[in-house]
């Protein structure tokens, strides 16, 4: 396949040289006369481990050419790469300015090119980059998105020093497409490599490399503050480490990354405030942990505001313990937001088949007495009768009666949901989730 590459800095270099050695004629594209003469003289413009190997091969083997003429590139090639830089201001907003360029590029190209053209953005860039993009070639080209021409997300997982290896072993390929015919080009360009290759919505895509680096920072913060509490007590920290990391379950796993409610239980919030009151009684300033319950504290509060927005007063919990199957109501954000609603003077009548008050007792009895000692008042035993009797029905346990109910109950009160409910219920128009 013919491929132009716009952008010859570190992904430009590594792509061009990778795309080469898998069998394509590629033209590397740059402003910089320097870099294309670099290129065009065997030389790669970054230092990276094997990329000065591939790209002396693939030029000596007339696979790879670099030009400062857009035009031509994207003329003589099927599909475009844009990898131009996208650097960061003071204020943490990107320069998005040589993205759009190169778009104005493609729109002053594509009124003359007859041939549908793939471009895929391959530079790290907000939610929204990619639509805009492809607006502007429509409006300079006069040529219409997804039929005359398709813009992609395709954002890169390379990692300096090990880029060309990362290229080659990638966790997963991933393309954000709206047009079925440029996803299947542009997956085939990585079908060789030994990864799933997964084809999503373009606003998906954009967003996944912020959230995979931001991840990987927390990692690394929440790793060294675990070490600064080991380093004061003499601990070893990476034997801690090592052991937290054999954990595939839970710790290592896509277990708890499920965005929705807060988190609640004995457990959680105990165990996370004693190593807090830790870190304090050693002096430590430990960000990261510290602020953990304040960012569950502020989903609760997003919760009771999603209430609140409906100006309804009448309002159903499904499940009040703090989560599915127990009857445990300690630290239940559930309870929370019912205590908080029932300050305000909102209505609120409760129904959860594990909790029967009559057998609470220990601690979970006292948390109760203390947060809603009249609860036996709210709580009613027959969820059909309820569905009909108020406004709003929140549901804040996934069980499978809850679900039952509302697939098989047309009910006009407005539904809002902590749990993400099965397609049927959340494509009503009466319907409201908290994170989606």
């Known amino acids: 396949m013919n491929i132009s590459i716009f952008g010859l800095g570190y992904v430009g270099c590594v792509s061009l040289g990778c795309l080469a050695r898998n069998g394509h004629c590629v033209i590397g594209?740059?402003?910089?006369?320097?870099?294309?003469?670099?290129?065009?003289?065997?030389?790669?413009?970054?230092?990276?481990?094997?990329?000065?190997?591939?790209?002396?091969?693939?030029?000596?083997?007339?696979?790879?050419?670099?030009?400062?003429?857009?035009?031509?590139?994207?003329?003589?090639?099927?599909?475009?790469?844009?990898?131009?830089?996208?650097?960061?201001?003071?204020?943490?907003?990107?320069?998005?300015?040589?993205?759009?360029?190169?778009?104005?590029?493609?729109?002053?190209?594509?009124?003359?090119?007859a041939t549908f053209h793939v471009i895929a953005i391959r530079s790290t860039v907000l939610p929204g980059t990619v639509e805009e993009f492809g607006r502007i070639v429509e409006e300079i080209s006069q040529k219409k998105n997804n039929v005359d021409f398709a813009v992609v997300s395709n954002p890169e997982f390379l990692r300096e020093g090990t880029a060309v290896f990362d290229y080659n072993h990638p966790p997963f390929t991933?393309?954000?497409?709206?047009?079925k015919e440029a996803a299947v080009i542009i997956a085939s360009l990585y079908k060789h490599l030994p990864a799933e290759i997964i084809v999503t919505d373009i606003m998906v895509a954009e967003i996944?490399?912020?959230?995979?680096?931001?991840?990987?920072?927390?990692?690394?913060?929440?790793?060294?503050?675990?070490?600064?509490?080991?380093?004061?007590?003499?601990?070893?920290s990476h034997k801690v480490m090592e052991i937290f990391c054999t954990d595939k379950e839970l710790n290592i796993s896509p277990c708890y990354f499920k965005p929705g409610f807060a988190y609640g239980g004995s457990c959680l919030p105990k165990d996370l405030k004693g190593l807090q009151t830790l870190?304090?009684?050693?002096?430590?300033?430990?960000?990261?942990l510290e602020n953990i319950d304040k960012t569950n504290d502020l989903q609760i509060t997003r919760a009771i505001e999603l209430i609140q927005q409906t100006g309804k007063k009448r309002i159903a919990f499904l499940g009040i313990s703090f989560k599915a199957g127990t009857d445990d109501l300690r630290n239940s954000p559930a309870v929370t937001i019912a205590e908080a609603l029932i300050g305000k003077g909102y209505d609120i009548r409760?129904?959860?088949?594990?909790?029967?008050?009559?057998?609470?007792?220990?601690?979970?009895?006292?948390?109760?007495?203390?947060?809603?000692?009249?609860?036996?008042?709210l709580m009613v035993n027959q969820l059909g009768k309820l569905i009909d009797d108020v406004d709003v029905i929140v549901v804040s346990n996934r069980e499978s009666e809850y679900i039952d109910v509302l697939l098989e109950t047309e009910s006009s009160a407005i539904i809002i949901d902590m749990v993400r409910l099965p397609d049927p219920i959340r494509s009503r128009a009466n319907y409201v989730g908290i994170n989606w």
């Open 279 to 288: 870190a304090h009684d050693l002096y430590l300033r430990l960000p990261v």
């Open 174 to 179: 991933l393309i954000g497409a709206s047009n």
């Open 350 to 377: 409760i129904y959860d088949k594990n909790v029967h008050l009559s057998k609470l007792n220990g601690a979970n009895r006292e948390y109760i007495d203390v947060h809603i000692p009249h609860l036996s008042k």
């Open 29 to 113: 594209v740059d402003v910089n006369e320097t870099k294309v003469r670099q290129i065009n003289s065997g030389l790669p413009t970054i230092i990276e481990k094997d990329i000065d190997i591939i790209i002396q091969e693939e030029r000596s083997r007339d696979r790879i050419f670099a030009t400062t003429d857009f035009a031509s590139a994207i003329e003589n090639t099927d599909v475009s790469i844009i990898a131009v830089g996208t650097p960061s201001g003071m204020n943490g907003h990107l320069n998005l300015s040589y993205i759009f360029q190169v778009a104005n590029h493609f729109g002053q190209v594509m009124k003359k090119k």
């Open 208 to 236: 996944m490399k912020y959230v995979n680096n931001s991840f990987h920072a927390l990692k690394i913060a929440f790793s060294n503050e675990i070490g600064n509490i080991c380093s004061a007590m003499n601990i070893d």
